[in-house]
Antibody
Framework: QVQLVQSGAEAKKPGASVQVSCKAS????????IHWVRQAPGQGLEWMGL????????SFAQKFQGRVTMTADTSTTTVSMELTSLRPEDTAVYFC???????????????????WGQGTAVTVSS | SSELIQPPAVSVSPGQTARITCSGD??????AYWYQQKPGQAPVLVIY???ERPSGIPDRFSGASSGTTVTLTISGALAEDEADYFC??????????FGSGTRVTVL
């Protein structure tokens, strides 16, 4: 079945970096963008950016520009997200989510984030 | 980025209808999407492109759009529908935006 499996929880100190991975299976990896969304404790969802696994092109929310990197490895069907210069307010659960549109068939259409990873808790504390 | 406003909470009796609104200036030009999230779980897409339902989502979930407001309706709410619901859209810069979320209580 289609699934995204994320790496385990991380505990980091302020100023450090964290990398979260997301392994896709059950579908054509290069045919769907992957989004990253985070959720601080007790808060709502916040979109961070997306990556196209087929060519590696990315788009980031302005808030995270310069601090986030996303990469895709087609040999392992894994997408990774790295966030640098961590601060306590980056404490959150980080989710990867598949874009429902099929690239390039669906063009610029967006069909929602139709498959989600289980989430990775990242705690930033001194 | 555009803001999406949702009521913090909605209560509904079992078998009755719950309506959750989401308001934003970009909504007349952008589609809306709805996600259900239960405690400790990842979100689940329940409505896309204002009113389309993904396969596997019960038909008691429906969506509608009117001007700057979109609405998610749960007709004949069940105890299992108790969850947080988030609307989502896009702004003019191509960034994806989520609403603040609505906690639906079935009691």
């Amino acid at each position: 079945q289609v699934q995204l499996v994320q790496s385990g929880a991380e505990a980091k100190k302020p100023g450090a970096s964290v990398q979260v991975s997301c392994k896709a299976s059950g579908y054509a990896f290069t045919n769907h963008y992957i989004h990253w969304v985070r959720q601080a404790p007790g808060q709502g969802l916040e979109w961070m950016g997306l990556i196209s696994p087929s060519g590696g092109s990315t788009s980031f929310a302005q808030k995270f520009q310069g601090r986030v990197t996303m990469t895709a490895d087609t040999s392992t069907t894994t997408v990774s997200m790295e966030l640098t210069s961590l601060r306590p307010e980056d404490t959150a659960v980080y989710f990867c989510a598949r874009d429902g549109a099929v690239v390039p068939t669906d063009g610029d259409n967006f069909y929602g984030m139709d498959v989600w990873g289980q989430g990775t808790a990242v705690t930033v504390s001194s | 980025s555009s803001e999406l406003i949702q009521p913090p909470a909605v209560s509904v009796s079992p078998g009755q209808t719950a309506r959750i609104t989401c308001s934003g200036d970009a909504l007349p030009k952008q589609y809306a999407y709805w996600y259900q999230q239960k405690p400790g779980q990842a979100p689940v897409l329940v409505i896309y492109k204002d009113h389309e339902r993904p396969s596997g989502i019960p038909d008691r979930f429906s969506g509608a759009s009117s001007g700057t407001t979109v609405t998610l309706t749960i007709s004949g709410a069940l105890a299992e529908d108790e969850a947080d619901y988030f609307c989502q859209s896009a702004d003019s810069n191509g960034e994806y935006v989520f609403g603040s979320g609505t906690r639906v209580t079935v009691l």
